[in-house]
C-alpha cells in the first residue's frame, strides 16, 4: 500500500463537480505532481487533503490513517505542510517570525511559559534559542538572509513563495504541498527553486506533492506525474509518457485554443 | 556568513544597550517622580498605569489578534469587584484576592471569546458591547455587589493580617509604588507574550486565520486565549482601580470607558505594547486632566462655556470633552493610521537622516 493515498475523492460547489472520484497514491519520498488546465481541480485536491475542504466522498489516507473529517491544524500535526498559490503568508510579521511560526506545532511554550521568559536560561528562551537555531538553517538554504528581519509583505513577490515554502519545511513535514511554487519567479529563481525542491526531498526527507504549470519544472524533478482535467483523472506516469499521451495534449490544446 | 550568532540578541527584553540604558533611565525617573508631585498628580499617574496596564493587554487582543472588543469595561469592573469582595467578604489578603479576581476577569473572558469565533467585525463588536452593559446591569442588580449604591473600597493592607502581617496602604504615594510595579510587571509580561509562541501564533491569526491553521494553529484555542488574557489584564488593572477611587458604583464601568479603553489602544497604535502606554497616558491625561476643565482653558473655555449655556443643557459643558477625544481621534486616524506609535517610527527615521 502506498505510503500516502486520497482514494475516490470528490467534491461538488454547486453542481460543478470541483473534484471526481480522483484517486492515486505517492510513494515516501516521491515528487509527484498533478498538472491540469487552469480550473481543473488541483489546488482544491490540496484543500480536501489539508482539510480546508471536507470531501463528499472519499479517503485521504497517510500511514495507514484517514485524515478525513480532521481540522485543518489537526492535520498540519500529522506531517502535512503546504505553500499557497496565491501566498497566504503572515504579512505584518517579519521572515523570521513566519519561519518560526511554522515551527509552532514543533514548540511547546505556553502563555505562561511565554510569559515568564526572564533570563536566557528560562524554559522558554532556551526553547525559542533552539528553534532559532533551526530555522536560521533554512534561512541559510533559501538564501534568505538578506531579508530575514524583513516584514513579509514588504518583500518581491518571488521572495513571498520562498518565505512560504521555508514557512512548509519548518514543520518538518512528512508530505509538503506545494501550490505552483514557481508562478511569478523568473527564470534564475525557478531554476534556484527546483534545486532546492530536490534538495529538500533528498535532504530533509520530505515527499512531495507539486502542483505546477511550467512544463521545464515538471519534467526536469517529478519522479511521477498526475494529469486532469474538469475535476477528472486523465493519466498518470512517468513525466514522457504522460506529457505525450493524446488526452492531455488535447486538454491543454483546448486550453490555448480559448486563450 | 559563517558568523557564529547568539540568537538570545533576539528575544532578549533588552535588545541593545541603548534600549536597556533609556529603560533603567525611565523607570528610575518614574520611582523619583513623586518627590516632585502633587497629590493630585499622583492620582493622575495612577490612573494613567492602571489605564496603562488595560490597553496593553487590550492591544493584544485588538491589535496582535485582529478581535475588537468593545465591552472591556466589563472585565475591568470584574477585577474592580472581585478584588474588593474577595478581601471584604471572605477575608482574603489583597495580593491572592487580585490574582483570583484576574482569573475570573479572564475565565469570563474565555467564555465571551468563544462566541467571538464565529463572529466578525461588527458582530463581535456588539457582542462584546453588549457584554459590558449586561456586567453593568448584573452588578448594578445584585445586593452582594452594592447595587446602585456601589462599593467601598477596603483597607488597603498589602499584608497577610491572618499572620498578623500588616502592611497598610493609606497615601497616594503608597499607592503610586504598588501600582508602578504592578505596571511594570504586567508591561514585562505582554511584551514577553507577544515575543514567544503563543504571541507570533495571535498575530498569525489576524494576518491569515488559513494559514494559520494550516501550520497548526488551533483557532478556536487561541482565538479564547487572546480573550482571555486581555480580560486577566483588565482584572488586575480593575483590582488596582477599586483602590485609586476608593469609591465606585456600576456605571463607573459604563460604555464610554469600554470605547475610552479601544481609543487608547488604537490612538497609540494597534500592535504596539509602547503605542498602548503611550495612548493610554494621552488619552488619561486628556479626558481626567485637560478637558475635564475644559471650562477653564484660556478663551476656549470661555467660549465654549457661552456657547454650552445658550444651546445645551446645564450639564451640557461635559460633553465637550467626549467631543474633543473625538476630535482626537479622527485626527489620528486621518493624519497617522499607524497611531502615536507610527509617528514615532517616522521621528526616529528623521532623526536618523537629520540634517541631510
Ligand atoms: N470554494 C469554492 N466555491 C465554488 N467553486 C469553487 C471553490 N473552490 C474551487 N471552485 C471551483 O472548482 C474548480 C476547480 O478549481 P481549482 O482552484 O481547484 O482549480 P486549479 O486546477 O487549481 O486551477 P488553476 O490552475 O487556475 O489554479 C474551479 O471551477 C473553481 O471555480
Ligand atoms: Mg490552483
Sequence with gaps: MAYFSVENLSISFGGLKAVNDISFGVEQNEIFSIIGPNGSGKTTIFNLISGIYRPDAGAVILDGKNLVGKTPDRIAKTGIARTFQNIELFA????????????????????????????????????????????????????LQSVRDQF???LAYGKRKLVEVGRALALEPKIMLLDEPSAGMNTEEKDDLTIWIKDIREDYKVTILLIEHDMNMIMGISDRVFAMNQGQKITMGAPQEVQRHPEVIKAYLGEEAIN | MDMKRDYYEDIELFKSGTILFWSILFVAAL????????????????????HVIVAVGLNILVGSTGQIALGHAGFFAIGAYGTVLLMTKLGLPFFPAIVIAAFISAFFGFILGLPALRLEGPYLAIATLAFGLAIMHIIGHTELFGGRQGLTAPVLNIGI????????????????YLILIFTIIMVLLAINILKTRAGRAFVAIRDSDIA???????????????????SFFAGIAGGLFAFVLGFFDPFTFNLILSIIFLVMVVVGGLGSVMGSIAGATLITYLMYDLLKNVDEVPIVGNLLVAFSGKFLTTTG????????????????????????????????????????
Aim: charged content about 15%; aromatic content about 14%; glycine content about 8%.
Design chain 2, 161 to 176: 493580617s491572618q499572620w498578623g502581617l500588616n502592611w497598610v496602604i493609606k497615601t497616594e504615594l503608597g499607592k503610586y
Design chain 2, 31 to 50: 520611582f523619583v517622580a513623586p518627590l516632585f508631585l502633587s497629590n493630585y498628580h499622583l492620582y493622575l499617574f495612577n490612573l494613567v498605569m492602571v
Design chain 1, 92 to 143: 505584518n510579521a517579519t521572515v523570521m517570525d513566519n519561519l518560526m511560526l511554522g515551527r509552532h506545532i514543533n514548540m511547546k511554550t505556553g502563555i505562561f511559559g511565554g510569559a515568564f521568559m526572564f533570563g536566557k536560561r528560562s524554559p522558554a528562551a532556551r526553547e525559542e534559542i533552539h528553534h532559532r537555531e533551526k530555522v536560521e538553517q533554512i534561512i541559510d538554504f533559501l538564501e
Design chain 2, 317 to 356: 459643558i461635559d460633553n465637550f470633552n467626549l467631543v474633543a477625544l473625538g476630535l482626537v481621534m479622527i485626527g489620528i486616524i486621518i493624519f497617522e493610521p499607524l497611531g502615536m506609535f507610527g509617528a514615532w517610527i517616522r521621528i526616529k527615521k528623521y532623526w536618523k537622516t537629520w540634517p541631510f
Design chain 1, 152 to 154: 513579509v509583505g514588504s
Design chain 2, 212 to 230: 494559520a491553521e494550516v501550520i497548526g494553529i488551533n483557532l478556536t484555542m487561541y482565538k479564547t486565549l487572546a480573550f482571555a488574557v486581555s
